[in-house]
């Protein structure tokens, strides 16, 4: 059994409660809109990371991790992409694809709302972990930790960091 920590729209803030929530996790899996270097070298100095790049990302970040990131992980395919829609309303860029090869787990950023919802239709699960950035419109930052045990996901659980813009280190 391994356990993840997720997380999405940093926008260049680490909030130090992040290592506290994640530091029993095997991987750190970032779903975009990382912001700077300085933070993935962060949390790649802490766990091994897995990350795709968002729309807010420049460069060099566009050039160290992709659009999109399909892999098996334990047993479970995993797409994580930043701008991917939810369930009844995936993205267009992504749709044909997901309805013809849909993955087990497919995480999603960019929209700040926390959403963990089945897509009964697809045979699949779908996260948002929210934002733990302070940029945007969200009121709390969120963070999301499971474990995947040959396949299936188990505890899941949504970690509150507290409200945007407010640091209580």
Same mark, same amino acid.
Request: charged residues 30%; contains cysteine; hydrophobic residues 35%.
């Given at each position: @059994?391994?356990? !993840? %920590?997720?997380l999405s729209d940093t926008h260049g803030f680490l909030d130090n409660k992040i290592f506290?929530?994640?530091?029993?996790?095997?991987?750190?899996w970032h779903a975009g809109d990382i912001g700077t270097v300085e933070l993935a070298n962060e949390l790649e100095a802490?766990?091994?990371?897995?990350?795709v790049y968002g729309n807010i990302d420049g460069?060099?970040?566009?050039?160290?991790y992709p659009l999109d990131l399909r892999f098996e992980y334990?047993?479970?395919?995993?797409? @994580?992409?930043? !701008? %991917?829609?939810?369930?009844?309303?995936?993205?267009k860029?992504?749709?044909e694809n997901i309805q013809l090869n849909p993955p087990?787990?497919?995480?999603?950023?960019?929209?700040?709302?926390?959403?963990?919802?089945?897509d009964k239709s697809l045979g699949l699960l779908h996260i948002n972990p929210g934002a733990a950035g302070h940029h945007g419109f969200h009121k709390v930052k969120t963070l999301v930790r499971f474990d995947i045990d040959k396949g299936v996901i188990k505890n899941l659980e949504v970690i509150e960091l507290g409200a945007r813009g407010k640091i209580d280190q």
């Open positions: @059994m391994k356990k !993840i %920590g997720l506290k929530y994640f530091k029993n996790c095997d991987e750190i802490f766990k091994p990371l897995r990350a460069g060099v970040l566009r050039q160290r334990e047993g479970l395919d995993v797409w @994580m992409t930043h !701008i %991917g829609g939810y369930p009844k309303r995936y993205n860029r992504i749709r087990r787990l497919f995480i999603t950023g960019h929209s700040h709302i926390l959403k963990v919802m089945p």
